[in-house]
């Protein structure tokens, strides 16, 4: 039609929906800056091992780690090849960070008792640590931390294979010790009467007869350490 050869068409303005104050909100918030096209986020072994180290070994799964970087969970794979390698790697990193220290002062059941009571903390420190160093017990962190307590036990004069089941036993005792102590999850059979118990027992800082559980430990290690000595003393051997 003439008159009209130059009208170009538009699309009428998009309607806002909402309340005023949420129609003003969207209008006047500026949208976060995206990061830039081209400069992925730097992800390394390191930083991924870092990050199981935080979220903390009963928590790692790929995605976890992957949401706690920002990463996808096929970045993950260009360093690690599936979650039982992450889990070793988080896991030689703490028990990397624990260290043996033995009191030389002391004499060897007291020795090994102390370094018992280390160990024990340090799981109790790092949940499902206990868990792992049982069912690795021939990792290579792990291996390391042995050598240093057989290697004193030999320089004090005990056979070899002696002191590598003593060192050996010493860290399983403390496992099992640690493994009981884990309180049972709310609502599991027992809960009710576990907590009436503690309860009437709590200490001032809050644990239920923690003393008594340290001095239950010790004395039964110690007993425990002895009764190993003597029987390697006498000849005899464990049957593994």
């Known amino acids: 039609m003439k008159g009209f ?3 170009v068409w538009r699309p009428p303005p998009k ?3 909402g309340t005023v104050i949420e129609v003003a909100t969207r209008s ?4 976060p800056p995206s990061r830039p096209a081209g400069r992925p986020r730097a992800t390394n072994l390191e930083s991924i091992v ?3 180290a935080r979220l903390g070994l009963n928590n790692i799964t790929l995605s976890a780690v992957a949401r706690e970087l920002e990463v996808s969970v096929a970045t993950l794979y260009h360093y690690v090849t599936d979650r039982d390698d992450l889990l070793s790697r988080v896991a030689g990193r703490i ?7 033995l009191d030389t002062s002391l004499d060897d059941t007291e020795m090994l008792v102390d370094y018992g009571e280390r160990v024990r903390t340090f799981v109790g420190a790092h949940p499902g640590l206990r868990d792992y160093a049982v069912a690795v017990m021939t990792d290579d962190v792990i291996e390391d931390k042995h050598a240093i307590v057989v290697e004193r036990l030999i320089a004090r004069g ?5 002191a590598s089941i003593i060192a050996s036993e010493t860290v399983w005792f403390t496992l099992s010790f640690a493994s009981a102590e884990r309180p049972l999850p709310i609502g599991a059979p027992g809960d009710m009467l576990r907590r009436r118990s503690a309860a009437r027992e709590m200490t001032a800082d809050g644990l239920p007869m923690q003393a008594e559980r340290d001095g239950v430990f010790r004395w039964a290690l110690s007993a425990y350490v002895d009764g190993m000595r003597a029987a390697l003393a ?7």
């Not at 005990?158 to 002696?162: E, H, I, N, R, T």
């Not at 006498?234 to 593994?240: F, H, L, M, T």
């Open 50 to 52: 870092d990050a199981g």
């Open 28 to 31: 006047t918030t500026p949208e």
């Open 234 to 240: 006498s000849g005899s051997r464990p049957p593994w």
């Open 5 to 7: 050869t130059n009208i």
């Open 95 to 101: 028990i990397a960070d624990f260290d043996v220290a």
């Open 158 to 162: 005990c056979p070899a294979d002696d």
């Open 15 to 17: 309607r806002l929906t």
